[in-house]
Structures are given as C-alpha cells and as structure tokens.
C-alpha cells in the first residue's frame, strides 16, 4: 500500500511528532510504501492568493475556483509546491492526516494545505452524474477508492468530547473535515484515531496510547470507513439536495442523519 502522510505540528517535541513517528515506523514494519509532507518543515505557504496561480492576468479579479480549475488545466498555471502535492495524493492509496485540534479544528497551516492543493478541476468539481450541474462528489470523484484518516490529538478530556460533553461530540466537531473535505472529494473515510489529555499522560499513558495507534494502522486497510450517504446514491433529492421525506434518522436535525 502506498500512504500519504500530511502532518501539521510546528514543534518537533510534541506528542503529535511522537506519533507520527508511530504511525510512520509501523507501516514501515508492515511494508507499506510511506512518503511524507511536514507542513511546517517545508515551510507550507498556507494563504491562498493571486501568487498561487502564475497565469492569471493582473486586470483578472482572482476567483479562487475558476482560477484554480484554469491553473489546473494550464502548463505552469499552479505552483510547485501544489503540483508536488497534487502528485503526492494521486500517487497514495491511503493518507493519513496528524494534527492537534486547536480552536476545534484543524491548524491553519493545513486548512491552507487544502485550500491551495484541493484545486478546482484536480479535487472537485471534475465529471459528470445525472446532473452535470452537481458533478462527482460525496463519495465519488478523483480520490474515490482511496482511504483517509484523521489522527488527532486535544488537550481536552474523552468526556469533554462524548455525546453531552461541554466540547460537543468529537465526530460532529470533525464532520466538517471528514464529510465536508475527505467524503465530498470521494475518500472512504475511516472513523478517527484521537488522543485526548495529550498534556498530562505520562510515560505508561503514552506507551499504551501508541500501541492502540499501531493496531490502528495494522488494520487501515481493512477497517470499515464511516458509512456515509453518498451524493449519487439515490438519498437526496435533485436538485435541492435535501434527504428524500422516508429517510429516517435518530438524529434528524444533526450530522449522522448523512450516515447510513
């Protein structure tokens, strides 16, 4: 298996880089084919603006998705560093997201990694289902196949986090990122690992922590993804997009209605 590993976590010390190393040495051990983008270490340009796409025209006004597809399309119309990117993600089977949860989501650095690397015409946005208005997304498009997990670590207690937790439920706090970025671009999206009282385990916490990560990445081809509803399946209505009437969900107003 070939696996993309994105980490964003500016300190080398941290407990997020600890389990990268985790993740990373376990894969290794299994045989897989592992390739790296430390966001920070490369120093990842994390705004997206006018410099990210070299052909369009300064009397233009910068449209980000039109600029994007455009670029895509074009020779030299996006940057290296995104094309390298680009590269690394059609190359992957399976990529493996590490970053802590601050402010309850992801560090800027790679909310910027997807902004300027998810580009129109290259993650979204690309062919054709019933209508071609609404394209291949949610379960379908470019990455459909491919396998994505968030590794996560939070100061916060696992109780802050559960279902009448003060912090929300962990899974709606991530659904933006897992249904909203992963899932729409075509991902299976596995059920995140998240590590939580990441400032006060000591080393035995540690040790079982990073053998429940291990057993965790044994398993990543074979764990079941989350059961999303897909765009195209036949759930929601066309054009509005909105459940059809008989769907029915012990939650009909929150994130796991979209789960079957």
């Not at 601050?102 to 997807?114: C, E, N, S």
């Amino acid at each position: 298996m070939r696996v993309l590993i994105v980490l964003a976590h500016p300190e080398r010390q941290s407990l997020t880089a600890a389990l990268n190393q985790v993740v990373l040495k376990e894969l290794e051990a299994e045989g897989h084919e592992v390739r790296t983008s430390d966001l920070y270490a490369i120093g990842w340009k994390s705004n997206i603006d006018r410099h990210d796409f070299p052909r369009l025209p300064n009397s233009q006004p910068l449209r980000v998705a039109s600029a994007s597809r455009h670029g895509y399309e074009e020779t030299h119309g996006l940057t290296e560093d995104v094309r390298a990117e680009q590269d690394k993600l059609l190359w992957a089977d399976t990529v493996v997201f590490q970053f802590p949860l601050w402010w309850f989501a992801m560090p800027a650095i790679l909310k910027g990694w997807v902004d300027r690397v998810f580009s129109c015409g290259f993650a979204y946005g690309v062919g054709e289902h019933n209508d071609k208005r609404w394209g291949d997304r949610y379960g379908e498009g470019v990455f459909a196949g491919k396998r994505a997990l968030l590794v996560v670590t939070t100061g916060g207690w696992a109780e802050h986090y559960s279902a009448r937790g003060i912090n929300g439920p962990v899974d709606d706090l991530l659904f933006p990122i897992n249904h909203g970025i992963l899932f729409y671009t075509g991902f299976d999206v596995l059920p995140p690992f998240v590590a939580y009282r990441v400032d006060r385990l000591d080393e035995t916490e540690f040790h079982a922590l990073a053998d429940k990560l291990r057993e965790r990445i044994r398993t990543i081809a074979v764990t079941n993804p989350i059961s999303y509803r897909m765009q195209n399946g036949g759930d929601y209505i066309v054009p509005s997009m909105v459940l059809r009437d008989d769907i029915q969900s012990a939650n009909p107003l929150g994130f796991q209605l979209h789960q079957i």
